[in-house]
């Protein structure tokens, strides 16, 4: 096989990544296990974070304000009082779901922050692949630790930007249109980095992002942020998508035809 040139960059549609994405799964079986082994430790992070943020959460937040709300009902007199009690309840009840909610959507994120380097390895694997050539660039051991912390370093601080979207939606109404923006792009990136940063690696010319280049990473993230509304069965779907438009991007780019 010859090796080719890099391609220029193109940013297709979230549904033509899709599609670019089962394509490279379904001519490259390698990449395709590799997609399914990472989807699968993904998820199994997920549960163990999900348990555990579940449990530091009801320990250290929701156990301390059910005492002080039960202390609350008890020191009631009157009945008219005491017939707010449920009200109390009921208000606690809600806080609790919400909290618990976002707990296990904040260990999704980590999940995915814990994975980039693993996607990115996988996008590598790929590009190598349709370029003909059987490795990339030799790098020190140095090199490749520093590469593989950058790629951490960089999932960790997208986590940090999500959390403060997060906290945005506080805000009532105003709030959650900057979240929103923001997560958005935070997801596409996500989708955007893995093949930007091989690229890197492999010594291409670096293009700087422009601002269609920024807005099509808005644009791409906009369906992960709708599956991000989706409680439990939304979030499960979440990783899944987010590799599977990685891994098109990168096959979009590298075959254009």
Partial sequence: MSVRQPPPLRYGDPLRLWRAGGEACARMPEVARSFWRGIILMYGCFLVLAVLSVILVSRFILEPALQLVGHWIQGMGGAWLSSLSWVGILFFRIIQVVLLGAGVFIALLLALALMGPWIEAMVERLVLRCRGLQQGPSLSFSEVARGVWGSLV???????????????????????????????????????????????????????????????????????????????????????????????FAWDVENPD
């Avoid at 506080?170 to 093949?195: C, F, K, M, Q, S």
């Avoid at 940063?197 to 791409?220: A, E, M, Q």
């Fill in 154 to 248: 960089a999932s960790l601080r997208g986590l940090g930007l999500s959390l403060v979207a997060l906290v945005l939606t506080i805000v009532p109404v105003v709030g959650w249109i900057p979240a929103a923006g923001l997560n958005a792009y935070l997801l596409g990136r996500d989708v955007r980095d893995p093949y930007l940063s091989v690229r890197r690696t492999l010594k291409d010319p670096v293009t700087p992002l422009d601002g269609k280049g920024r807005f099509w990473t808005f644009t791409v993230g906009l369906p992960l942020l709708f599956c991000g509304f989706l409680p439990v069965i939304g979030w499960m779907l979440l990783p899944w998508i987010l590799v599977r438009l990685a891994v098109g």
